[in-house]
């Protein structure tokens, strides 16, 4: 059986603040990263560069799925190492004064053989970070 990474954090923001700080690539510049090719329509193909102190990787990704202020879904892959394509989900709920933000990365197996930064633990790692500190701290702010 393959293990999902699945993050669910309450955010003190209402759900369109949250929503444009994930759709809006001005945004996403301040909790995320530089995405200047990033438009929240299906079918756009956005990437950008990040990983760690050691070394920095393409991401290129393909927008799939989007139902405005609920979802957001998109393809992940390293185009320069790897063939292999994984799906990215953000889904938003308002609850009282707040939203969820449930982020769902499934299919990460397929990266493993690139070595320990593709391992699930560093991705849930990382996702622990950009979707329960960086964006919390950015929308509550």
């Known amino acids: 059986m393959h293990e999902n990474v699945k993050i669910s954090v309450k955010v003190n923001a209402p759900l369109d603040k949250?929503?444009?700080?994930?759709?809006?690539?001005?945004?996403m510049k301040n909790w995320y990263f530089d995405v200047p090719d990033f438009e929240s329509k299906i079918g756009n193909n956005f990437s950008f560069y990040g990983g760690d102190e050691n070394e920095e990787y393409h991401h290129f990704c393909e927008i799939v799925d989007l139902i405005p202020n609920e979802k957001l879904k998109?393809?992940?892959?390293?185009?320069e190492i790897s063939k292999e394509k994984t799906l990215v989900k953000w889904e938003l709920k308002p609850e009282n004064e707040g939203t969820i933000v449930t982020l769902t990365h499934k299919g990460l197996e397929a990266f493993e053989h690139l070595g320990e930064n593709f391992k699930i633990h560093s991705f849930r790692k990382g996702w622990e970070d950009i979707v329960g500190k960086s964006l919390k701290e950015f929308v509550e702010n």
């Open 18 to 27: 949250v929503w444009n700080a994930i759709t809006n690539k001005e945004q």
């Open 74 to 79: 998109h393809s992940w892959t390293y185009p």
